[in-house]
């Protein structure tokens, strides 16, 4: 096995959601770290930001979390070998008021990692723009988009359903780089 301090965000993230699965606990990778991820690491995040699939036991997460060397500060969960950390938010698991698809499974040296499918991250980084006026929030958008193969017409449909349309004619513009 890989040291922890030469894993990668998705290494890492395969290796803290393996553990989580062998004791029960179904997470989903999601935000900047599936950003970084689907980016081909562009897009540097230090947070691995795990969703419950459904409702998660947090002093479960603890004990596995501790069990692999991290200690737990405030919400977050650090280990002394890296500067990533990880935060873990109980589901259902949604992209604003749509619950997430389909998941996808990036199997690495170090494990497996739940990863929100490509169009869901982009929901993921839109629902941030639209809600919370996050610029960053479309960039990443725009970043996964133009590096995977997503579904435009669900994200629109999406985007209508969360009041934003006007905003995602915005994102479509930027991703067709006519901005």
């Not at 409702?55 to 692999?68: F, G, N, Y």
């Not at 873990?88 to 739940?114: H, K, M, N, Y």
Request: without cysteine; proline residues 3%.
């Amino acid at each position: 096995m890989k040291p922890i301090n030469l894993m990668s965000l998705g290494e890492l993230a395969a290796y803290i959601d393996t553990h989580l699965r062998e004791n029960g606990i179904n997470v989903v990778l999601s935000g900047g770290a599936a950003v970084s991820v689907y980016s081909d690491h562009k897009y540097v995040s230090k947070d691995i930001d795990f969703i419950g699939r459904f409702d998660i036991d947090h002093k479960k997460v603890e004990k596995v979390m501790i069990d692999i060397g991290f200690t737990k500060k405030g919400r977050y969960y650090y280990h002394p070998q890296t500067t990533y950390f990880a935060e873990f938010i109980s589901g259902p698991a949604t992209v604003g008021q749509d619950p997430i698809g389909d998941t996808v499974e990036i199997r690495l040296s170090t494990g497996i990692i739940r990863i929100l499918s490509p169009t869901d991250s982009v929901k993921d980084r839109l629902a941030s723009y639209y809600h919370f006026k996050d610029r960053q929030g479309l960039e990443q958008a725009v970043l996964i988009a133009a590096s995977n193969q997503i579904d435009l017409d669900d994200i629109e449909a999406w985007s209508i359903r969360e009041g934003k349309k006007k905003e995602f004619s915005e994102f479509r513009d930027r991703l067709a780089g006519d901005y």
